[in-house]
């Protein structure tokens, strides 16, 4: 089976980071017997140069037209001075709307080896932290009406059935993927948009016996990611209290550059990417952390391509590559041999097994 990749490598840390992601996509690919075609996608500071624009019309085409988009990360200083709409993070909020995904999913992993970088107290996170949020993304709050009169502001803040039902459906299926556990979470004690929120999430349930739905109001589950976050399978929610709740619970797993994340619509045509940005401070220097964007890149075989095993198999290999004391710097301790990002991506392929 051929899967169409479209790679934007971007700035700062990108390209040195998504260079080690594609050397362990090409090794699943060896291994696997599957083929992977690559196309380059100018986006950000460097199509600005390229271009005068931070996602030309040709290059979005291409993304649209890929079976999934693997990004590193866009921006940095050099262009802090360009006009608003011309600015790097402009071509990222194009790409999410062109490719139209509404859904942003992220995990939120303590991985076992990486427990004390947690700041959270060990007998937590010795239960095992291991879940996803998955926050609706293009409505709600942050796309209602904002208006400021005299001394009253006022933000408004909708949602139709068919916009949860949606986001609904991505919390549903990628419960099923997992642990077929999936948290509700609104305020539906005050939120007429909330109790409709819960209304069509029990009514989804029917479609999907073999999830288990649960309802929490966004208060506690801000208190439980902290006190007991490995009651979580996957969350799903609407757009500020994700964007509030997954910045929450990144922080927990103490480690920026280990985070994936994908974004969907309603195909399977995803973008994948770490959540830490381009880094300029360390950009060109090989130290950055690849695993957000190798784990990104196994997100992708896992929700876009159905290939369950491979992205198992990546999943495994950044296990085994922690478990033999390989550290980049951002995650070093006392006691661990510290590589760089060319070495953490030749390990993690060399330690890259069919299972
Ligand atoms: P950042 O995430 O780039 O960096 C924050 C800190 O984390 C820095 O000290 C950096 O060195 C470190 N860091 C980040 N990723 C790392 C990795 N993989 N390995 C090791 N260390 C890592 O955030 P910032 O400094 O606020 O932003 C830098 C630029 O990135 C800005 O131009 C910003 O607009 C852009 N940005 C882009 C995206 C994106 O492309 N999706 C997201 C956030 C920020």
């Known amino acids: 089976m051929v899967k169409n990749i479209a790679v934007i490598r971007g700035d700062g840390i990108g390209p040195e980071i998504v260079n080690e992601a594609l050397k362990v996509l090409n090794k ?9 075609n690559y196309t380059d996608v100018d986006m950000g500071g460097c199509a600005i140069d390229k271009y005068g624009d931070p996602l030309p019309e040709s290059e979005l085409k291409k993304c649209v037209e890929s079976d999934s988009v693997l990004l590193g990360a866009v921006g940095g ?43 959270l107290k060990k007998e937590i996170v010795d239960k095992g932290v291991d879940f996803i949020i998955v926050r609706e993304l293009i ?43 999936l948290c509700s979470v609104e305020k539906s004690n005050v939120l007429d948009s909330s109790r409709l929120w819960k ?31 490995a009651q979580f399978d996957v969350i799903v ?67 876009s391509f159905d290939m369950n095993k491979e992205a198992d198999a990546i999943e495994n290999a950044v296990s085994k590559y922690l478990d033999e004391g390989y550290r980049t710097a951002d995650i070093m301790s ?15 392929v060399k330690y890259l097994t069919k299972e």
């Open 28 to 36: 699943v690919a060896e291994l696997y017997g599957r083929t992977f």
């Open 77 to 119: 200083n050099k262009w802090n001075d360009v006009p608003g709409n011309m600015r790097p993070e402009k071509g990222l909020l194009r790409l999410r709307a062109g490719m139209g995904v509404y859904s942003n999913n992220r995990p939120a992993k303590i991985w076992k080896q990486l427990s004390d970088a947690s700041p």
């Open 139 to 181: 409505g709600g709050i942050y796309f209602g009406e904002h208006k400021t009169e005299g001394d009253t502001a006022t933000d408004v803040l909708r949602y139709s059935e068919a916009e949860i039902e949606r986001i609904g459906r991505i919390g549903f299926e990628t419960a099923k993927k997992r642990n077929k556990k």
């Open 199 to 229: 209304k069509v999430m029990h009514r989804l349930a029917a479609e999907y016996p073999d999830v288990e739905l649960s309802d929490m109001l966004v208060d506690n589950c801000a208190m439980q990611i902290v006190k007991n976050p």
């Open 237 to 303: 929610t609407e757009n500020m209290f994700g964007d509030i709740l997954s910045d929450e619970a990144s922080m927990i797993t103490g480690s920026i550059g280990m985070i994936p994340s994908s974004s969907l619509g309603s195909t399977t045509c995803g973008l994948y990417e770490p959540i830490h940005g381009s880094a300029p401070d360390i950009a060109g220097k090989d130290v950055a952390n690849p695993i957000g964007t190798i784990l990104s890149a196994a997100m992708m075989l896992r929700y």
């Open 334 to 348: 006392d006691g661990m041999t510290l590589v760089g990002c060319k070495g953490c991506g030749d390990l993690i």
